[in-house]
């Protein structure tokens, strides 16, 4: 009874450190994800993670923010989503200036125009390359169908930054359409809604195999089962 006792903590301790998806671990075939090995999750067609941006015009997008009932941070450039996979942007096309932006509930809401140009600033911010699919106003932005959760041709490396459309690109612009209520906020599916812009991130299949673990001296693994802080090759 009191083994069972002492080891709960440390258990329920261990099993927290790697509840967080942190894309650079999937390669440890010694470590798990959701009780899957990472070196099979790095194949699912899951994605690991789904940034979303909400946008709408300025007189909507206080509402937007009111119904969320969380407090609203105004924020400038890049915004680091969820685990700090991805950071995501909007800039005005013509401009180059970033947009009105404020994150809040999770997500990044952002003041635009009916009709107005812009382009989708995406930032890796892990050393590994990751496989993306996009989703604006429902459709695949490669591919302009429906959209849905399977990797695309987009494709990232690590600590770079995607600009969509690119600069030098005779690509179509990106425009905001007009929004008349907040359905993008509660949109779960791949299609989303219009106003919605998600990008799902893959750990991409070919990202190169990492060691085992190694503890710096300030770490400590409990009973040698998994270090409370960060390994030193994931950081």
């Known amino acids: 009874m009191f083994r069972v006792l002492f080891l709960a903590p440390i258990l329920t301790l261990c099993s927290c450190s790697h509840s967080t998806l942190l894309p650079s671990w999937q390669q440890d075939s010694g470590l798990d994800y959701h009780g899957t090995p990472f070196r099979i999750a790095q194949q699912s067609a899951t994605p690991h993670l789904v940034a979303r941006a ?88 490669m591919t302009g169908a429906t959209a849905s959760w399977s990797r695309s041709t987009l494709r990232i490396a690590g600590k770079q930054t995607l600009t969509l459309p690119a600069l030098d690109s005779e690509a179509a612009p990106l425009l905001f359409r007009s929004i008349l209520s907040a ?30 673990q190694r503890l710096r001296p300030g770490q400590v ?15």
Do not use: F
């Open 54 to 141: 909400c946008y709408a015009a300025p007189e909507l997008l206080e509402h937007l923010i009111a119904i969320q009932g969380d407090n609203a941070e105004r924020v400038q450039g890049l915004v680091t989503m969820g685990d700090g996979t991805l950071a995501l942007g909007l800039q005005d096309a013509k401009t180059g200036k970033w947009l009105e932006t404020h994150q809040c509930g999770g997500q990044v809401l952002v003041a635009g125009t009916a009709g107005q140009s812009y382009r989708l600033m995406v930032r890796n911010l892990t050393p590994q390359p990751l496989d993306l699919a996009i989703s604006i106003d429902g459709k695949d932005l």
């Open 183 to 212: 359905q993008a906020l509660y949109a779960t599916s791949p299609q989303g809604a219009t106003g919605l812009i998600q990008v799902a991130a893959w750990l991409a299949r070919d990202a190169p195999s990492l060691s085992g």
């Open 221 to 235: 693994a409990p009973l040698g089962l998994l270090p409370i802080d960060r390994p030193e090759q994931y950081r």
